[in-house]
């Protein structure tokens, strides 16, 4: 698993409460959409995402009404994160209807359809998520409390679905803000410590609903 470069996104892995459920956000109509017709961004299972406040103009190729909010792919390690993107639930333009992982660039809605955007979005949740290389300061149970930034924010496979989401294997420095922190190390025969690509439990720290804390 983690001798090679195999990212699978940032996925979840265990809840406290035993129950791992994202939030469906149900809109109706052009002006309530998270997703609106025409997002010209590609949005895979397992992918990061924040919310962004409409002014009227675009927001990746869609109109976004002042004050509205919509999901937008991270573009830098300082973003705060709603939570990470499941899947979707729409009607496009020719009145076919599609539940999916993945919403695909351009997508163009039914006018006045219903849309469920499906994101795991609660702070307790604790994913597992591949390193894009071998850590930068120490390995194992001395990463906890530890933290990492996102990296290769935006990419996945469009045949799949599925996001292609790493971690930055360089370790946010002591008392910096990560977006990410660690747990432990992914418990997994195939996954080591000192592999060059380890597999860890992480946990959001950078949420857009919960106080931050820095890296240990």
Not at 33 to 52: A, D, E, H
Not at 203 to 208: E, G, I, N, T, Y
Request: aromatic fraction near 10%; charge should be neutral.
């Amino acid at each position: 698993m983690s001798l090679v470069n195999a990212a699978f996104g940032i996925l979840p892995d265990w809840h406290p409460t035993g129950q791992i459920r994202p939030t469906a956000y149900v809109s109706y109509g052009a002006n309530d959409l998270l997703l609106p017709s025409g997002t010209n961004v590609n949005f895979y299972k397992g992918m990061p995402v924040k919310l962004s406040i409409g002014s009227g103009g675009a927001i990746n190729g869609a109109t976004v009404a002042t004050g509205a909010m919509v999901i937008a792919p991270l573009t830098a390690t300082t973003d705060t994160l709603l939570g990470v993107f499941a899947g979707v639930e729409y009607v496009d333009s020719t009145g076919k209807p599609w539940v999916q992982n993945f919403w695909p660039a351009s997508t163009v809605l039914q006018a006045g359809g219903r849309q469920t955007v499906y994101i795991w979005d609660d702070p307790e949740i604790i994913y597992r998520a591949q390193l894009d290389g071998a850590p930068s300061v120490g390995a194992g149970f001395a990463l906890t409390g530890k933290q990492f930034n996102v990296s290769n924010f935006n990419t996945g496979n469009t045949l799949t679905g599925l996001s292609t989401t790493t971690l930055s294997a360089t370790t946010v420095a002591t008392a910096a803000q990560g977006q990410f922190r660690v747990i432990k190390l992914f418990n997994d025969i195939s996954n080591l410590a000192s592999d060059p690509f380890p597999v860890y439990e992480v946990k959001l720290q950078l949420s857009a609903f919960v106080a931050p804390k820095t890296s240990l």
